[in-house]
């Protein structure tokens, strides 16, 4: 299968679905991660917190402790990245031309205004795809002030380690965010999902689209 994940910010992805996606290359699925922002940003009296080029140094770091390869950094600002026509097309262009058969994105009710806008701009790029998936909204990426509902699980027992991993690359965020506090977070929330399953750990995604297909091509069910 080829899956495509896209997220605001270098460091969404890992915290969200980074057990999945490394799951995934495992089984020899394709992925293409897609991220919108380069991902550095100022605090409220605009120094710089965390730079571009630290960003995305620490990302790609992160990304590869997956697995994944194909990696596109686009240049929209890391604070404000609307619902807007310039975000869809340059999500449109990109799913056209990889063609997924998954696609994993942000939940609408994040309430980083960021995340919000790239889950609405996908939801409009992906009107000709039919298998969409939401990212559990978690801190310090977002939460949701709708319900975020678990429907897909995905066991991650396999891959935490890597997950963690590629996590810790992130270390001007880990920093920030209260170091082993925020590792222990996600850990936590997937030991959580993992016990609702019976399992060790998982990752849970919302649904929006899912099509149920027999052949070998599309083989989530
Ligand atoms: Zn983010």
Not at 91 to 113: C, G, L, S, W, Y
Not at 169 to 186: D, L, T
């Amino acid at each position: 299968m080829k899956i495509l994940a896209i997220g605001a910010h270098l460091d969404d992805i890992e915290i969200a679905a980074g057990g999945t996606l490394a799951k995934a290359i495992e089984n020899g699925h394709k992925i293409k991660v897609l991220i919108m922002s380069k991902s550095g940003y100022t605090n409220k009296e605009g120094k710089v917190q965390r730079s571009d080029d630290l960003a995305v140094k620490e990302g790609l770091n992160a990304l590869h402790t997956l697995g994944i390869e194909d990696i596109e950094i686009l240049d929209f600002p890391t604070k404000d990245i609307p619902f807007a026509s310039d975000v869809v097309n340059a999500i449109d262009v990109r799913m056209a031309k990889f063609d997924p058969d998954i696609i994993f994105t942000h939940h609408p009710f994040d309430t980083h205004q960021a995340h919000e806008g790239v889950a609405k701009a996908t939801i409009a790029a992906a009107r000709r795809k039919n298998t969409l998936f939401f990212y559990e909204p978690i801190q310090p990426s977002g939460r949701s002030y709708v319900a975020f509902k678990p429907i897909l699980y995905v066991d991650i027992e396999d891959t935490i380690d890597k997950k963690i991993k590629s996590l810790k690359c992130h270390k001007s965020e880990y920093n920030k965010f209260g170091a082993e506090n925020w590792i222990e977070g996600v850990r936590c929330r997937c030991g959580f999902r993992g016990y609702e399953i019976g399992k060790k750990y998982a990752e849970a995604f919302e649904v929006l689209r899912l099509e149920m297909s027999f052949d070998k091509k599309c083989n989530i069910l």
